[in-house]
């Protein structure tokens, strides 16, 4: 990891250029270019739906509320944003109930932007410039890890070994979060465009479950409009036995 620091804000973007095995491959690297070429936005982030953003964080909000109303619930010391963009998350979300959020994110001018992006935002933590399937994790660090419209651009191969990887990143109580679009057809539906796939739940599932995660509450995303993905929201914890 290199890092460079600038001078108009205190936060770093950690550069991690190591490549594990198997990720030099056409589906990520096509993923990244598509990234490369998407302006720095809200309705970039979003694929021209900056409007459900404010309806998005709501739910979001809600799922985070009840979350720390359990008493068995996540602290609220630090989160992780996986995927982060520009930091949309983070500035309308985690950083109302953190006191530290970390970025992770592959593409670096996203990073850039997030700087300015998230510059009044004093939890802001470290910009981590990586893809998710070489990230790795601070040890025993996070009360909450938060993916979002990222996971379909990870093979289920390294989506589960990326699962598997960050249960010890979490602290006691900690869960990830996976709020994502899933199918009703039943199918994995493939995107050449972006190099990224929308999986049905029952698949989603099943990979939580191979990386030894249970689901703890599940919750669907009311009040998107009609004609788009259905987006299920999952909180996870290691299963007791793993
Ligand atoms: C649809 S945007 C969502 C951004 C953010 N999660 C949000 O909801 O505002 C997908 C983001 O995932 C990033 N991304 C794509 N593949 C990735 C990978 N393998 N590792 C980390 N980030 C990735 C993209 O660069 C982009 O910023």
Redesign the pocket.
């Known amino acids: 990891m290199t890092s460079e620091t600038t001078t108009e804000k205190c936060v770093d973007i950690v550069k991690c250029n190591e490549k594990t095995d198997q990720t030099d491959i056409e589906y990520?690297n096509k993923?990244?270019s598509y990234?490369e070429n998407?302006t720095p936005t809200?309705d970039g982030?979003?694929?021209g739906f900056a409007q459900i953003?404010h309806i998005?964080i709501e739910g979001s909000s809600k799922l985070l509320k009840l979350l720390f109303k359990d008493e068995d619930g996540p602290g609220k010391v630090r989160a992780l944003?996986?995927?982060?963009?520009?930091g949309?998350?983070t500035k309308h979300l985690l950083s109302k109930y953190f006191q530290t959020v970390d970025l992770?994110?592959?593409?670096e001018h996203?990073l850039v932007k997030a700087k300015e992006y998230l510059a009044g935002v004093s939890s802001v933590g470290n910009l981590y410039c990586?893809?998710?399937?070489n990230?790795k994790f601070p040890q025993n660090t996070y009360d909450v890890i938060w993916f979002?419209?990222?996971l379909g651009?990870?093979t289920d191969e390294h989506l589960v070994e990326l699962l598997d990887r960050c249960k010890s990143a979490l602290v006691t109580r900690g869960v990830i979060v996976v709020k994502e679009n899933v199918t009703s057809s039943g199918k994995v539906e493939k995107d050449e465009e972006d190099s990224?796939v929308t999986r049905p739940p029952k698949l989603l599932k099943d990979l939580f479950d191979k990386a030894n995660l249970y689901i703890l509450k599940e919750f669907k995303q009311n009040k998107f409009p009609k004609d788009i993905y259905q987006v299920q929201m999952f909180v996870l914890r290691q299963k007791p036995s793993a």
């Open positions: 990520y993923a990244a990234w998407v809200i982030m979003l694929g953003s998005d944003d996986c995927g982060a963009g520009i949309r998350i992770v994110e592959q593409d996203f990586a893809g998710l399937q990230f979002q419209w990222v651009h990870l990224s």
